[in-house]
């Protein structure tokens, strides 16, 4: 079976959500949707959350009130009987007075990852309800009841398998029935380990197809979006970007998690590790080709860059680093302390620079790491990621890469940590300059 994920544009308006029902029911084989929201929708849900934080429900009222004229509009233009539209009518009725509830009640996060998780709960009940008046046989199964993280917020792919098995199963066809065509379901919003509803942070769709796609052994999980496939460059700054056509795992997982949108940072692992093929394509396109995601590797090639802003940049220099032992683990285990994770590290015989991204205990990490040497902190830098057959072996890429970047200030280099990745750690306002110096000399 295939997962096939539809993100927010590929669903955003009931004329793509009629183009997404023809692409999946179009092989006659069954498949397993995961929807996002329509979009707009998850930015006007934490818009509305942003509102109730402020103990401000007019604000927060007149959001509300303008997505229900939205969807209102949405209704009239996805069904054509007038039996769907009031079933649809009823189940929004239903679902913006949940909404409006939270205007009366004390707010906190709690409340706010319920509000964020009826974006993808209204557009699966409406594709459901549009594929069931097309006559396909389409089920709904709740991703709350089988999508779960655990105590430190991964998620649990033995649960998530055996309670996506048992759902699934609920659904088999009875003797001279038809079977299921249609399994959709919600991207993004899972339970916490304490039950509560909760999600895979922005962006995470693609994170539940790929849980999912792992937990059936699918045979492919596709990544339908707005664009054909993972560009070399990100579109979003550099002119004249074009496709990859394929890319390993971890080249792709690299990418992903150093910024190119187009895939959740770490949804590429689940896949990986279950051996199921990732491709991600073009709703606005379908016969494009998209790129493919797989264990082949091909030499000689560098395929792309990425980036991603946010970095923080820490410099610890000691001379009682020079020559000692010991020193480095003192300093590891202030982040460790301080649950932060590091991205990148360069280090010298009296000093280690690391980024971080996650800026919550800076200021404790900062004062604790003064006991140990002088510390500097660089704030608004962009790591650049640069990925593709970077074996010691594959002479001269490295340089090619550092002669693109002659004219700009760089504050760390990365490389060697693995054989596909070489990363600068930048000033943000040399963003565009960077990754288009980078396009010109490496493609
Ligand atoms: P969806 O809503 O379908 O999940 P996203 O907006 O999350 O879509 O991801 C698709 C977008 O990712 C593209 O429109 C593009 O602007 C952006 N993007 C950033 N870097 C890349 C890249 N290297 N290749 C393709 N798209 C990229
Ligand atoms: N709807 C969520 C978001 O906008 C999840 C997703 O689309 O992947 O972030
Ligand atoms: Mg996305």
Redesign the pocket.
């Known amino acids: 079976m295939k997962v096939m994920k ?5 669903v955003g308006t009931p004329q793509r959500m009629k183009e997404v029902a023809q692409l999946v029911t179009k092989s006659g084989e069954p498949v397993f949707v995961v929807l ?1 929201a329509m ?1 707009g929708t998850t930015n006007s849900l934490v818009e509305i959350s942003d509102y109730l934080y402020k103990k401000n429900p007019d604000g927060a009222n007149e959001v509300i009130n303008m997505l229900e004229r939205k969807y209102e509009r949405h209704v009239q233009e996805l069904y054509t009987s007038e039996e769907t539209q009031a079933q649809t009518r009823d189940f929004l009725r239903e679902e913006f007075s949940y909404l409006r509830s939270f205007t009366k009640e004390l707010f906190t996060s709690f409340e706010e990852k319920s509000i964020v998780a009826q974006g993808e709960i209204i557009s699966t009940n409406m594709f459901v309800n549009y594929m069931k008046e097309q006559g396909t046989k389409a089920v709904l199964l709740n991703a709350l009841d089988f999508m779960r993280t655990d105590k430190n917020a991964e998620p649990d792919p033995v649960y998530i398998k055996e309670k996506l098995a048992a759902a699934m199963q609920g659904h088999s066809p009875e003797q001279g029935e038809e079977p299921v065509q249609v399994f959709v379901t919600q991207g993004f919003i899972c339970r916490n380990a304490y039950g509560e509803i909760d999600n895979l942070q922005r ?1 995470g ?2 994170y539940t197809a790929s849980l999912v796609g792992a937990a059936l052994n699918a045979e492919e999980i596709q990544i ?4 054909d ?8 700054v550099v002119e004249g ?1 074009v496709p990859v056509r394929q890319l390993n795992f971890d080249e792709a997982a690299e ?1 992903a998690y150093f ?4 895939l959740h940072p770490t949804c590429i692992q689940p896949a990986k590790f279950a051996g199921v093929p990732v491709r991600l394509l073009n709703t606005m396109d379908p016969s494009a080709p998209g790129t493919i995601i797989n264990n082949d590797f091909i030499p000689g090639k560098i395929k ?1 860059v ?1 980036a991603r802003d946010g970095n923080v940049c820490i410099q610890i220099t000691s001379s009682r680093m020079l020559l000692a032992y010991g020193f480095l683990r003192k300093v590891f285990e202030i982040f460790e302390q301080n649950k932060t994770s590091i991205d990148m590290i360069c280090t010298s015989e009296v000093g280690v620079s690391v980024t971080i991204d996650n800026t919550t205990r800076l200021e404790e990490i900062i004062s604790e790491l003064k006991k140990y040497g002088t510390v500097q902190v660089d704030n608004d830098m962009t790591i650049i990621c640069v990925v593709g057959d970077l074996r010691q072996n594959n002479l001269g890429f490295e340089t090619l890469a550092c002669e693109a970047l002659k004219n700009i200030p760089v504050r760390m280099i990365s490389y060697g940590g693995s054989s596909h990745n070489i990363s600068f750690l930048i000033h943000k306002e040399d963003k565009q300059a960077t990754l288009q110096a980078l396009s010109k000399v490496l493609f």
């Open positions: 539809f993100g927010g544009t590929s996002s979009s962006g769709s693609d339908w979006t707005d664009i496939g993972m560009h070399n460059n990100d579109p979003r970007t990418l910024g190119a949108k187009i792309a990425a």
